[in-house]
């Protein structure tokens, strides 16, 4: 018998490892290949960089309005809303891209984001080959390499401050910066300051403000003051749209009035638990909550969005482990891209992200701690 077993053992090594290179291996290059195919053969567009930043940093060369002035002007495929509707500083950047055709640009950007997905996972200590292939397939992250989105550099922004976070200036700029990108992550500013990183958080609230006011004054303050009124218009005519519990709960046939007090509750609570997990000195479980607090906060949720999971994921489980393979099932359920399908597409989205959460909370404090970097000057007490 154990000849037998001897002898059979060199043969499952084989099919196991055939299997990892099948599961994480090819898979993943197959929904690359048409996540960036279809818009390096310019059969279709990368959406959002396409028809929103890069058409935006078009106008800011020619000086035309940078926000639009009545309603909103639809463009592009599938009734996308492509008004530019970020702060001034994704336009600026994107200028130099203007300089190249935009089917070129947009083509170049979507392997940027690549391979800032992978810089996210190797800055939080993933070194598994194996969790880089299963996070290429779930469908936020082939989504936001799909449209275009910045969502995946904000990811990045947001690791960085996990492994930086004892360094106040880094963990400030970075969320700063991002908060001038997107006003998105403003929940980790609230999660240094309750983490007792006071320093960190001033930083990234100093930061956030000055690059917002400096791009703005690049624009000329164009739209300025018309900014959070165009915020609202967009999230009245698109928030039905989103992976959200409002829209969820208009689904299942939810009041207006009622499906927003229980989003805005589950969002608040959210917060609170993040504020008081960081009072406590749980700093991984409350920046957990932090990153879910930037999701159940936004009043629109793209799919893309959902990315930001694998920032929580590899944080906790920075190993192969069962929480890399929650958006498996996504690829089955989750098949209608950036905006939210039936009722039970959006119900699984969520509930893969709650699933997910739920996990990362539940994983024991020593199995959970990624690498940090700590100040050279002085430990934080």
């Known amino acids: 018998m154990s ?3 001897h002898e059979a053992a060199p043969g499952w090594a084989i099919l196991r490892r055939a299997f990892w290179v099948l599961l994480c291996g090819l898979l993943p290059l197959v929904t690359l290949y048409y996540a960036l195919g279809p818009v390096a053969f310019g059969d279709r567009q990368a959406a959002d960089f396409h028809f929103n930043y890069y ?10 309005d940078l926000y639009p002035t009545d309603g909103f002007v639809v463009r592009g495929p599938d009734d996308l809303i492509i008004d530019y509707v970020y702060p001034p500083l994704v336009a600026i950047a994107t200028v130099p891209w203007t300089l190249l055709p935009v089917g070129v640009a947009e083509s170049i950007f979507q392997f940027l984001l690549i391979g800032a997905f992978v810089g996210t996972l190797a800055v939080l200590g993933v070194r598994d080959w194996r969790c880089y292939g299963l ?16 969502t995946i550099l904000l990811g990045l922004a947001a690791a960085l401050t996990w492994r930086f976070r004892d360094r106040a200036l880094v963990a400030g700029a970075s969320v700063g910066i991002s908060i001038a990108t997107k006003i998105f992550l403003w929940p980790l500013t609230i999660w240094l300051a309750a983490s007792r990183r006071a320093a960190a958080a001033l930083w990234s609230s100093a930061i956030g403000v000055a690059a917002l006011l400096l791009s703005w004054a690049v ?4 739209g300025f003051t018309e900014y959070p009124d165009l915020v609202r218009r967009l999230s009245d005519r698109m928030d039905e749209r989103g992976y ?3 829209a969820l709960g208009l689904d299942v046939g939810l009041s207006p009035v009622v499906a927003r007090a229980l989003w805005l509750a589950l969002a608040v609570a959210i917060l609170v638990a993040t504020v008081v997990l960081g009072r406590r000195g749980d700093d991984r479980r409350a920046f957990v909550l932090a990153i879910t607090a930037a999701i159940a906060f936004a009043p629109i949720v793209w799919l893309h969005y959902f990315a930001l999971l694998l920032v929580i994921v590899a944080v906790v489980q920075p190993r192969l482990g069962p929480m890399w393979f929650i958006g498996l099932p996504l690829q089955v359920f989750v098949t209608t891209g950036v905006y939210n399908g039936s009722t039970l597409q959006t119900a699984a989205m969520l509930a893969a992200a709650a699933v997910t959460v739920a996990l990362a909370l539940s994983r024991p404090r020593a199995e959970g701690v990624p690498l940090t970097v700590s100040s050279p000057v002085a430990a934080r007490p």
């Open 135 to 150: 996070a290429f397939l779930w469908p936020p992250v082939t989504d936001a390499v799909t449209t275009g989105n910045v």
């Open 3 to 5: 000849t037998v077993s």
């Open 244 to 246: 959200t519990l409002y």
């Open 219 to 222: 624009v000329g303050f164009d």
């Open 55 to 64: 058409y935006a940093a078009e106008a800011i060369r020619a000086g035309a």
